[in-house]
């Protein structure tokens, strides 16, 4: 195992004379994907970088306590205050929550993608990306007492839902917190599904500001939607499950080799004129309804030398927009007992379209609909006419 220690903070400033100051140690309960300047790729001095996890850290103050200032204006103007923002002409200034990585370690370094579900790890195989096993760090950080609720929560959050690296929202580079200030973390709940519900529900009332959000802006709040999965010793089999019910769920089909029930690639050879001959036209609306798991998504026709139609990717139409993120987090979480569940959440004000609406790459100048009505949403069994997709697949779960 290679370990590495004093890895460089971000800022070295001067302390006022009263601070708390804490150390946090963190395991990673699934490898990290990514975490580099370069997204999806490793960096190549310190795999853990005190950057990358504030950047981290302020989307999830966002989407718990930003509701508290109501307008982006001032969202963005109280997150730069407390996380710091680049000098500029109009202002600017250093983080008053100070973070030092002083410790972190790495198992493998170049850990196969056999290690995580294959379904996670699909659309990351065509690069010579890598990913890392086994990484445990030591944070370091240092706030004024008066923004100990708000970074507090903060943390909690993200120890929770997020993680650090690329594609946390599938699992990815999940966390768990071994201690604060060297005494073990215990608030946590047993691995049975009621009281981790009842748990989780009061983490999100504990953590999350009553408040308004802008339109567009992911958040969290009390009634935030969530599901939580049957325990196992394992946690990669926690995180297998969950991924392996997305992958049932997105790509529902008429039997093990049979058509899909989804309309995506019907709609596709529609549009495109192109079929190959054995795939005779079903009576699929014109719709895109996946696009609420996220964007862009490639799809692939195996038989496009036989007419099928070429890749064809789904993306937002306006720049800056071609990518969405997707609102469904999936990752596992280890329990008071060692036990890990699974947690599936839906975060709120992220939903489809986005901005400008979602286009075919082939075709800029036509907006493609994703919403199906109640009778197409019952011919896709999954769906039990649920019109509303990532309801549908909460319901699944």
Request: net charge positive; aromatic share 8%; with cysteine.
């Amino acid at each position: 195992m290679r370990k590495r220690s004093g890895s460089p903070p971000e800022v070295n400033l001067i302390q006022p004379a009263t601070v708390i100051k804490q150390e946090r140690t963190y395991q990673l309960i699934t490898p990290l994907y990514g975490g580099g300047v370069t997204p999806a790729e490793p960096d190549p001095i310190t795999i853990v970088r005190p950057t990358e996890i504030r950047g981290h850290l302020r989307f999830w103050w966002r989407a718990c306590r930003g509701g508290q200032y109501g307008s982006l204006e001032a969202i963005k103007q109280a997150e730069d205050a407390l996380w710091g923002t680049a000098g500029t002409k109009q202002g600017g200034g250093p983080s008053q929550v100070q973070i030092e990585v002083t410790d972190y370690s790495v198992g493998n370094r170049n850990a196969p993608f056999t290690i995580a579900p294959s379904y996670a790890v699909f659309p990351l195989r065509q690069t010579r990306n890598t990913l890392f096993d086994d990484v445990s760090f030591t944070l370091t950080i240092s706030f004024p007492p008066a923004l100990q609720n708000e970074v507090e929560a903060t943390f909690r959050m993200w120890e929770i839902f997020g993680g650090i690296g690329a594609r946390t929202r599938r699992g990815f580079g999940a966390l768990r917190l071994i201690s604060v200030d060297k005494v073990p973390g215990s608030d946590l709940p047993d691995s049975t599904k009621e009281e981790a519900k009842t748990w989780m529900q009061h983490q999100l009332e504990q953590c999350v500001v009553r408040g308004r959000y802008p339109p567009g802006l992911p958040h969290l709040t009390h009634s935030t939607m969530f599901r939580i999965t049957d325990s196992s010793e394992d946690v990669m089999d926690v995180w297998d499950n969950l991924i392996k019910k997305l992958a049932s769920f997105r790509q529902a089909r008429k039997g093990p080799r049979g058509r899909s029930y989804w309309p995506e690639p019907e709609a596709i050879r529609t549009i495109t004129g192109r079929r190959y001959s054995r795939h005779p036209a079903l009576n699929h609306p014109c719709k895109f309804p996946r696009a609420a798991f996220g964007l862009p998504i490639i799809f692939h026709f195996k038989y496009s030398d036989l007419g099928e139609p070429e890749d064809t990717t789904l993306q937002g139409r306006q720049e800056g927009s071609q990518r969405f993120a997707s609102p469904l987090i999936l990752r596992p979480l280890v329990c008071k007992d060692n036990r890990a569940v699974g947690i599936a959440l839906l975060l709120e004000g992220s939903r489809i379209p986005p901005p400008g609406g979602i286009i075919l790459d082939f075709d800029p100048t036509t907006t493609v609909d994703t919403q199906l009505t109640p009778t197409e949403a019952r011919a896709i069994p999954v769906l039990h006419g649920q019109t509303d997709v990532l309801q549908a697949f909460m319901n699944y779960l």
